[in-house]
């Protein structure tokens, strides 16, 4: 496996590379990443991955300056998974000079759901991802399913803009009491950990009342706001929405997902299940 720190050896190796699947990611990389790497290989002759912490997509206060970073540990995972390159460039490569040209995705799109709580969030992870794409130029690109907004972003943005790269989705990955793996989920205290799984299963519960027809969205998310609540979490949102563009439904013959996020205690949690 080859690590590459500059753009100039990224594009030497993906000219002889053959048919490429690409994986961006910020590092820390866990097992859901893995997963998404082995599928990118079987898509492909040659899977590259990216490791990058944007600062674009993090907004004040939030973790950009502490997200861990992992490069060693990563890239020996990347190479026991059988990826062959692997882009890891510092803030200079990448942004040799203010970012001066941005993605600014649909509004209607980035406002709600996470947009509402990370405003700015989403433009800067379509800012760097329509970069990265550029700079690999691959056949095909991996997102997966637990970030559910960033992935209808990227492919809208993939679709609107012609890029020649097929979007694909990866389904969440999760532990064997039902939290999505994270690397987030780090910075849980044991006994938090313990907790977490909750915020799936108020999501399992909701999934299975839609599809035994209860149609009463509002009721069914409140009370799972209210359950998050009471067990001692800081909720910002639980929402059933279409999944082609996350607006709420007008038939229930919709094809839905729901979605939430959640604090518990300093850590916040996304989660969504398609019903």
């Known amino acids: 496996m080859q690590i590459h720190h500059t753009i100039a050896s990224l594009r030497a190796a993906r000219a002889i590379a053959g048919k490429v699947a690409f ?25 590259i991955v990216s490791i990058f912490v944007n600062r674009l997509q993090f ?3 939030e973790d950009f300056d502490h997200y861990p970073r992992t490069l060693a540990a990563d890239c020996e995972m990347l190479a026991a998974a059988g990826v062959k390159h692997v882009f890891a460039p510092d803030e200079t490569e990448l942004y040799p000079q203010p970012q001066r040209y941005h993605v600014d995705p649909a509004p209607a799109q980035v406002s709600i759901l996470e947009g509402e709580f990370r405003p700015g969030h989403f433009r800067g992870v ?8 550029n700079i690999v130029q691959p ?32 389904d969440t990955v ?32 909701i999934r299975d009342a839609v ?17 998050l ?3 001692g979490w800081q909720p910002d949102y639980i929402a059933v929405r279409r999944r082609a ?24 949690l996304i989660d969504n299940l398609e019903i």
């Open 23 to 47: 994986v961006p990611t910020m590092g820390n990389l866990h097992e859901g990443h893995i997963t998404l790497m082995r599928e990118a290989g079987e898509k492909a002759d040659c899977v």
């Open 59 to 61: 907004g004040a206060g």
């Open 126 to 133: 379509a800012t760097v991802v329509l970069k990265l794409l």
């Open 139 to 170: 056949d095909y690109a991996l997102f997966g399913k637990k970030d559910y907004q960033q992935l209808m972003v990227l492919s809208n943005m993939v679709r609107e803009l012609a890029l020649p790269v097929e979007v694909l989705a990866g």
């Open 174 to 205: 999760r532990a064997d009491d039902g939290l999505a793996l994270s690397s987030r989920n780090g910075y849980l205290s044991a006994a938090e950990r313990a907790r977490a799984p909750l915020l799936h299963q108020l999501l399992c519960r």
């Open 211 to 227: 599809r035994a027809g209860d149609h009463d969205l509002l009721k069914l998310e409140t009370d799972a706001l209210d359950a």
């Open 229 to 231: 609540a009471a067990a």
């Open 245 to 268: 563009d996350l607006q709420p439904p007008v038939h229930m013959d919709d094809a839905l997902v729901v979605l939430a996020a959640a604090k518990l205690g300093q850590t916040r």
